[in-house]
């Protein structure tokens, strides 16, 4: 069902304001993330809006980099036709927040998140930092929700007091089917890690328990040794008497 048009500038056909049919299943264009109603889309071309993304404005000046503003482009101007996000990390093909003179991307959504957040695993407000809280370079920032680990400039929701954090994805549930996928393989990978440092750890251990046991009984028997030396001197010693 159709019902009011609208001209954007990322699309060369009018986008009608549409309903989903029952059952459909549909990507925005600009956030890549699933369509619920309601949008806007071009059925000719297979383009389509979440009226929200539809809105987003064409520029923005953000806390995270305040030396540019950043512009809103309906496509990536990379030669690889694609970016990377420097809030959540994760590659995009669609719509995103620029800066052309310093390389700076986001998607939409990661520019539009808010700088303090409460979610149900944690009693406390989470907020939101532009890179890890964790001043030593060797400590790894492993999220709280998923287990798997963020690069030091990703974005992350934190809890100082309790130190616990999450990636900014995680905490709001903005995942697209891409960085579902890559999520679900980055927990998987950090699983298989945590068992293989697991089962090293436990081999270590019983290495150490082997050699601890071999060198109880080393000593057990040098021990024995000893007391049957002196045994057997004591026992052929001659007898010495002694006369008053």
Known sequence: M???????????HILNALKLDIGEEIDCNACENPITDPLHGCNS?????????????????????????????????YSSRSFSCNAC??????FSFS???????????????????????????????????????????????????ANRDNWVYYCSHCDFGTHSNCATGNVTRKEEASSSHTRKEYLMESTARKVEEIEAYNKAQEKLMAATL?????????????????SGSPRKYYYY
């Open 99 to 149: 800066c052309a003179h310093c390389e700076f991307d986001l998607h939409i959504q990661c520019a539009k998140l808010p700088v303090k957040i409460l979610i149900d695993k944690h009693p406390h407000e989470l907020n939101l930092l532009f890179n890890s809280p964790y001043k030593d370079e060797n400590v790894v920032f492993v999220c709280d929700e998923c287990h798997g680990t």
């Open 89 to 94: 990390g994760s590659e995009g093909n669609a």
């Open 2 to 12: 159709k019902f009011q048009e609208n001209q954007h500038f990322s699309h060369k």
């Open 45 to 77: 071309c297979h383009y389509y809006l979440h009226d929200e993304c539809l809105n987003t404005p064409r520029s923005l000046q953000h806390i995270c980099h305040p030396s540019h503003p950043l512009t809103l482009l309906p496509n990536p101007t």
């Open 218 to 234: 080393q000593a057990k028997l040098e021990a024995q040794g000893r007391r049957a030396a002196l045994d057997l001197i004591d």
